[in-house]
């Protein structure tokens, strides 16, 4: 393994997808001297980031993720822009996951020139492929691609974990199943800058329009999370390739209105300031459980809490006061 960062730094300036592809590598890495040298890279790198529109996609079971991504990817090259799709999928140890899957099902996007598909590390917490994931985007960044797309194959946080980390987030549902507004949660409504209806094609044309005037409605009852934006409920077909232009227009609106205002900026300001405060708990976390009286302390006292001889509270005190010494 090449050691010195200038190495990776100028493979990925140069936009040499190998070079890129080690440099993730490297950043996905749980090895102590890996997270160092790939630490140096990002930090070189920034000065190279910022200019991508970064859009967050997540989408209830059935909604057609992958053929949509591998549609609007593929008209987005169309246009000259340069696109990466990545994942976050703290799932996939237990389930397998589906973005390999999901890979193989983009043939058209994986085999273009102007795309980058990088699966998420398997088997990593939300918290840590959150990181690799964030980390993996300014590298792409910097690799000049313009347009990132970071999808969520997991479930539950997630999606707030993507929304924390992009400009614009869009929510794809599908219209048909039943009970449209059960199917998704409030939490993620309020973080949506865009809900599409795929499928929007054959029969299904009509029951899509309605699932958005539902939704339409249903954000109408909740606060934006913007003052300077209202979500926009749109309809579209991935297999037919309509309503993908309306939706990029959109994005590209929302983009004009927060950096015209300011908030933009802002919102990324914070999203760093976010990541460091993250990155400060997870570290003092990992520094807490391997402190050697900890780390001795701990099995015993679990067991005693375990067998009702102490309270969680107290074992929790007792272990704080170990770092008093």
Request: aromatic fraction near 6%; hydrophobic fraction near 40%.
């Amino acid at each position: 393994m090449q050691k010195d960062p200038h190495y990776y730094i100028q493979g990925v300036l140069d936009a040499n997808r190998l070079m890129l592809s080690r440099t993730i590598t490297l950043i996905e890495s749980a090895l102590p001297e890996h997270q160092e040298l790939a630490g140096r890279i990002i930090e070189q790198l920034l000065p190279h980031t910022g200019n991508a529109v970064r859009l967050g996609i997540t989408g209830v079971p059935g909604a057609g993720k992958s053929t949509f991504i591998e549609s609007f990817g593929t008209m987005l090259t169309g246009l000259g822009h340069r696109v990466a799709v990545l994942a976050i999928d703290p799932s996939s140890a237990r389930s397998g996951g589906s973005v390999l899957g999901d890979k193989t099902r983009m043939l058209e996007l994986s085999v273009n020139s102007n795309a980058f598909i990088r699966p998420s590390p398997s088997g990593g917490t939300l918290g840590g492929v959150a990181r690799k994931t964030r980390e993996t985007m300014l590298a792409c960044e910097a690799a000049g691609f313009d347009v990132i797309i970071i999808e969520t194959v997991g479930v539950g946080q997630s999606e707030t974990a993507v929304a924390s980390m992009v400009d614009f987030f869009l929510v794809l549902m599908i219209a048909g199943a039943g009970d449209e507004l059960q199917g998704i949660k409030k939490g993620i409504l309020e973080v949506a800058d865009s809900i599409v209806i795929n499928k929007a094609d054959g029969d299904n044309v009509s029951r899509a329009e309605r699932a958005r005037r539902e939704y339409e409605t249903a954000l109408h009852i909740l606060t934006p999370a913007s003052s300077n934006w209202s979500p926009q409920v749109m309809t579209c077909s991935s297999v037919d390739r309509t309503g993908l232009t309306e939706i990029w227009e959109t994005v590209n609106n929302h983009r004009a209105a927060l950096t015209a205002s300011g908030e933009l900026d802002a919102k990324r300001r914070k999203q760093a300031l976010d990541w460091m405060h993250f990155l400060l708990e997870e570290g003092l976390k990992s520094w807490f459980y391997h402190h050697p009286d900890i780390e001795s302390h701990l099995p015993e006292l679990i067991r005693d809490i375990q067998d009702q001889k102490l309270s969680p509270t107290a074992a929790a005190g007792q272990l704080l006061g170990f770092l008093e010494k």
